[in-house]
């Protein structure tokens, strides 16, 4: 039901946006977010976004790095990334719920997209 992509191979300091759209479901009055795991960790919080899209929290790693938006319209949501890092390589997995999903489980997760920084 959620489909993430616009994961790839991008070299340190460079850009790419990941998309998350809902299939089947409606957006509509959920929370959304981005999630990451590494290599050999566990998984942490990236960024969350209100259903209005007016809140919005970030981990402190990608704080003004990366940008969480959404597009209602679409039924998409978006994690702009510049200035990427090494330490930014993982799979990155959406989720949305009726909570901030950094603070309560998510309702449902996305299939995950890898993000690949090196040179």
């Known amino acids: 039901q959620l489909q993430a992509s616009g994961g790839g191979l991008v070299q340190p300091g460079g850009s790419l946006r990941l998309s998350c759209a809902a299939t089947?479901?409606?957006?509509?009055?959920?929370?959304m977010g981005w999630f990451r795991q590494a290599p050999g960790k566990e998984r942490e919080f990236v960024a969350a976004?209100?259903?209005?899209?007016?809140?919005?929290y970030y981990a402190d790693s990608v704080k003004g790095r990366f940008t969480i938006s959404r597009d209602k319209a679409k039924n998409t949501v978006y994690l702009q990334m510049n200035s990427l890092k090494a330490e930014d390589t993982a799979v990155y997995y959406c989720?949305?719920?009726?909570?901030?999903?950094?603070?309560?489980?998510?309702?449902?997760w996305g299939q995950g997209t890898l993000v690949t920084v090196s040179s």
């Open positions: 989720a949305t719920g009726t909570r901030w999903v950094q603070l309560y489980p998510a309702d449902y």
């Open positions: 089947g479901r409606s957006l509509s009055g959920y929370y």
């Open positions: 976004i209100s259903w209005s899209g007016g809140t919005t």
